[in-house]
């Protein structure tokens, strides 16, 4: 257990849902992120939040929809995704942005179908 | 831009016998360099990390890796692996700058027959 929790841990979803993931820290820090994990890939950033103001989008669709309501919470929200949208994604913290040990959550499981 | 590269994406060991991961990345400046974890079913878990001085860095679970400046390389070792040690394994590195953003290498799966 890291500290960063994430749910839901898997979701199905249809190409004309909108739906949400949630990430939640408990360890106090400054700075949240998502990345995405495929298959045989890279983990890839998508992005950074730093006390709540999103630092770096490295060119995500619109599809995804990042909201940072404070430093504890970090949601993505999904909406017409397609089929190669289908990945793990992961939510990470650390104490700032310039610090970079990153506190990665377990991970929530996208299927779209 | 930055990358990372993990020359092998799968390597299959049996009990005991000894560990190296490689790890080469390309940035001419200052990196910070991380090897993570993810064992199967698990979240990803920092094994260890460089960010200056020594450039032997010792980690968690008898795993070490040496930092080669003029190799571009961060390889992994464990003189002596168990079957818990199956997992995936990831290099990353970071040019340690403001954002502070990470760049993953592919990952290495490692298989440890019992």
């Known amino acids: 257990e890291t500290g960063v929790t994430q749910t839901p841990r898997h979701l199905v979803m249809g190409m004309t849902n909108k739906k949400s993931l949630k990430c939640e820290q408990h360890?106090?820090?400054?700075?949240m992120y998502w990345y995405k994990q495929s298959a045989k890939k890279p983990l890839e950033l998508m992005f950074v939040?730093?006390?709540?103001?999103?630092?770096e989008n490295n060119s995500v669709p619109s599809r995804f929809s990042p909201e940072c309501p404070n430093s504890s919470h970090l949601f993505l929200h999904l909406h017409t995704l397609q089929p190669e949208d289908s990945a793990l994604y992961l939510c990470?913290?650390?104490?700032?942005?310039?610090?970079?040990?990153?506190?990665f959550g377990p991970g929530t499981r996208l299927t779209v179908l | 831009a930055q990358s990372v590269s993990q020359h092998n994406h799968h390597v299959i060991l049996s009990e005991a016998a000894s560990l190296e991961l490689g790890c080469n990345y390309s940035?001419?400046?200052?990196?910070?360099l991380f090897w993570y974890v993810q064992y199967p079913g698990q979240h990803l878990q920092l094994l260890l990390k460089?960010?200056?001085?020594?450039?032997l860095v010792k980690g968690i679970k008898g795993f070490e890796a040496e930092f080669i400046k003029s190799k571009f390389s961060f390889n992994l070792r464990k003189p002596s692996v168990q079957w818990s040690d199956t997992a995936e394994y990831f290099c990353?590195?970071?040019?340690?700058?403001?954002?502070?953003?990470?760049?993953f290498g592919k990952g290495t799966k490692l298989s440890v027959k019992p």
């Open positions: 990470a913290s650390s104490q700032d942005s310039g610090t970079n040990t990153q506190y």
């Open positions: 460089y960010f200056s001085g020594d450039p």
């Open positions: 940035y001419g400046g200052t990196v910070n």
């Open positions: 360890l106090g820090h400054n700075a």
């Open positions: 939040y730093s006390l709540e103001e999103r630092v």
């Open positions: 990353a590195v970071s040019n340690g700058g403001s954002q502070g953003n990470l760049i």
